[in-house]
């Protein structure tokens, strides 16, 4: 199977999760509320209702994103440097991903259910783990660019073979 | 000092204003071609393009717009920025590369020209070009009614200038806006960028401080305020919800490389290999600076919920409001200059992807040719676009950051599929390109123009781009694809 495919597929299990929840009925205040005193504010009101019709479909839609971008990042790799050591990176780059949103969403329900959350760094902990877990999950592809750069990104047979071809182009060769 | 707090911040702008022409007299000198114009002569360094290219994804809609979103409606909107990180990733490992290439291979000048030499298809150019134009307009309408309202905030505070409409804000910012684009074309704006990056990476970690110490109790007491309050707000998915908070991550973390005015600047670098240091540096400039969006938004949300502040009358002022009550007066007047350079960093990559799209693409892919004269007719073209973007904004009644999302969502939708892979995968046809960037204007377009409200505040930019990724790759897959040029193929194996 080819890299495009799976990504069709994903994108197909997106879209089959977003219909579920557009399909689903709203409840009454499934994008808050206005505050009834403070004009152009709107507060959230009660976060377990607004689930009640989806129930977990954010948690999987999530998971479905996130494997779509990992598969989305392999295809800009030329096949023939995608190895071993690249999946094994992208795997346990998509791995901490993972880990993190289940730690956001599991942390968010359980605020849900409690009305109780802890602070992290003055925040409330699920979301310490959105606003630092989050980037912080995907930042590690962007050190992986800058460090494996030259193995994977612009291996230096590939700059070679390109300065080859504009050599070429500007030699006069044909292009189309 | 305080009793100067508005003539501090008042010269701030101004000088910064003065810097901006200075730069634009100075560029209008090494711009004497098209090339020059449009993509600088491919001949920038790496930390010029990379505070290029950050500077122009956080603009306006991030530095006004964002801290009014959160003000509004608690952490929501921080799903469009902590999905920079993915975004970034997306542009450079699916575009950076390959896009540098064909540019050399082919000299283009504009993401139509990327798409033409990936596709053959005049249709196709002409299409991205007509996206180009409509989510520029959309999007630079954005970045003109922000200035605005932060220019009328400084002068509305002063005796003189108490009583300023928005219009005079309008003419005046966007006079000095056009002055240094129309002048300098984009080297002018990448210079620009390059000052205006540092200012907001500073303004970005000075605010976050500021907004620290604003409460003795820090961020924590901001917390413990807001979970009192309504709790929601605070908590990852705001008051907007899950779904609209993942869609909006989905449409900005894998649109971002869809941006023309991004991906052009991925044009510009003098070698391939300065992408190692680009996407880094391009990276962490954005987080810091953004940090302005969260925590100005969410300490005045805390300010009025707590009762220390008097309610804002718009969320746009978020930002304006806690710069002049809460900031030391230098640290303002730094971060007024911050918010004009973030505005005006993205503004002028508009202008000048939409003036290239106007005289150069559309004429290229109508007749063949672009027009004689290029470089006379970008200039007036960036004039035309400013006008007409300053009457949208004047007429638009949105917020600042919703009208950002609708021009993002319009660009994302249409070229993501086209571009982030169209580039990766031989298989795409033109067709299946036309159709995907049609299929997405039809969808952002109707939901705007009828007001559809999609259920669980679902951004429709998402909705447009997942279909149009969708009608991309499901119809290449029911086509034959054509023989690629060679220079392309070759490209796409590297």
Same mark, same amino acid.
């Given at each position: ?18 219909? =579920? ?79 993190? +949103? ?5 942390? =968010?329900?359980? =605020? ?16 310490? +783990? ?47 | ?16 204003? @003065? ?85 050399? @291979? ?61 219009? &005079? ?14 002048? !300098? ?48 707000? @605070? ?42 240091? %680009? ?17 100005? !938004? ?20 978020? &930002? ?99 571009? %982030? ?14 159709? &995907? ?16 409200? @999609? ?35 070759? %490209?796409?194996?590297?």
């Amino acid at each position: 199977m080819k890299l495009i495919h799976v990504v069709f597929g994903l994108l197909l299990v997106v879209a089959g999760i977003t219909g =579920y929840v557009l399909l689903s009925v709203p409840p009454e205040n499934a994008v808050g509320l206005a505050h009834p005193t403070i004009a152009g504010m709107r507060l959230g009101g009660d976060g377990l209702a607004r689930l009640g019709s989806i129930g977990d479909a954010p948690f999987y839609f999530q998971i479905a994103v996130i494997l779509l971008a990992t598969f989305m990042l392999a295809m800009g790799v030329a096949p023939k440097r995608r190895t071993r050591g690249f999946w094994l990176f992208l795997a346990g780059g998509a791995l901490i991903a993972f880990i993190v +949103w289940a730690s956001l969403y599991l942390g =968010y329900k359980h =605020y849900l259910l409690t009305g109780e959350t802890g602070l992290f760094f003055g925040v409330p902990v699920p979301t310490a +783990w959105m606003l630092g877990g989050v980037w912080g999950s995907f930042a590690l592809f962007d050190i992986f660019y800058a460090v494996a750069f030259r193995r994977y990104f612009l291996h230096p047979d590939d700059e070679r073979d390109f300065e080859a071809l504009v050599a070429e182009m500007k030699a006069g060769g044909e292009a189309n | 000092m305080e009793e100067y707090r508005q003539t501090i911040i008042l010269g701030a702008v101004m000088a910064y204003m @003065v810097m901006c022409i200075g730069v634009g007299i100075w560029a209008m000198r090494r711009t004497k071609s098209a090339g020059d114009f449009f993509v600088a002569g491919r001949g920038l360094g790496p930390i010029v393009v990379s505070l290029a290219v950050f500077s122009s994804t956080l603009s306006g809609f991030g530095f006004v717009g964002g801290p009014g979103l959160v003000y509004a409606t608690g952490m929501s909107s921080m799903w469009m920025a902590i999905c920079s990180a993915l975004g970034y990733a997306t542009g450079f490992y699916l575009v950076a590369k390959r896009i540098r290439m064909v540019a050399e @291979v082919r000299d283009t000048m504009s993401m139509p020209d990327v798409v033409y030499a990936r596709y053959g298809s005049q249709f196709a150019r002409l299409l991205t070009a007509v996206t180009i134009i409509l989510g520029v307009l959309g999007y630079l309408a954005t970045q003109i009614l922000a200035m605005a309202l932060v220019l009328q905030s400084i002068l509305s505070a002063t005796a003189m200038f108490a009583d300023i409409s928005l219009l &005079a804000c309008v003419v005046v910012s966007s006079a000095v806006l056009i002055f240094y684009c129309v002048t !300098g074309g984009i080297i002018a704006s990448v210079y620009t960028d390059v000052v205006q990056g540092l200012m907001m990476i500073v303004a970005g970690a000075l605010v976050v401080i500021t907004a620290a110490h604003v409460f003795d109790g820090g961020f924590a007491e901001v917390s413990n305020i807001l979970l009192k309050a309504d709790g929601e707000d @605070v908590m990852p998915f705001g008051t907007v919800g899950a779904m609209a908070s993942l869609a909006w991550f989905f449409m900005f973390g894998l649109g971002l490389a869809g941006q023309p005015h991004v991906a052009t600047k991925m044009m510009m670098n003098r070698k391939l290999s300065d992408n190692r240091l %680009i996407l880094p540096v391009a990276v962490f400039g954005y987080a810091i600076a953004a940090m302005l969006w969260v925590s100005v !938004g969410i300490v005045m949300r805390a300010l009025v919920l707590g009762d220390v502040a008097m309610p804002l009358s718009a969320p746009d002022e978020a &930002a304006p409001v806690f710069l002049s009550t809460y900031a030391h007066p230098l640290l303002a007047g730094i971060v007024f200059a911050g918010l004009f350079a973030a505005i005006m960093s993205t503004a002028d990559s508009f202008l000048n992807i939409g003036a290239a799209a106007i005289i150069h693409d559309i004429p290229k892919a109508v007749r063949g040719r672009s027009l004689d004269n290029e470089l006379m007719w970008a200039r007036i073209a960036t004039i035309g676009i400013s006008v007409l973007s300053a009457i949208i904004a004047l007429g638009s009644d949105q917020l600042v950051a919703l009208l950002g999302a609708f021009g993002w969502g319009t660009f994302a939708a249409a070229l993501v599929p086209v571009v %982030i892979i169209g580039l990766n995968w031989k298989g795409a046809t033109a067709r299946a390109a036309c159709a &995907a960037i049609i299929v997405s204007l039809a969808i952002n377009f109707a939901v705007q123009i009828w007001g559809i409200k @999609v259920p669980y505040g679902i951004s429709s930019g998402f909705l447009a781009m997942l279909t149009s990724m969708i009608v991309f790759i499901g119809w290449s897959f029911l086509e034959k694809p054509k023989d690629l040029p060679r220079d392309i193929d070759r %490209i796409m194996d590297l």
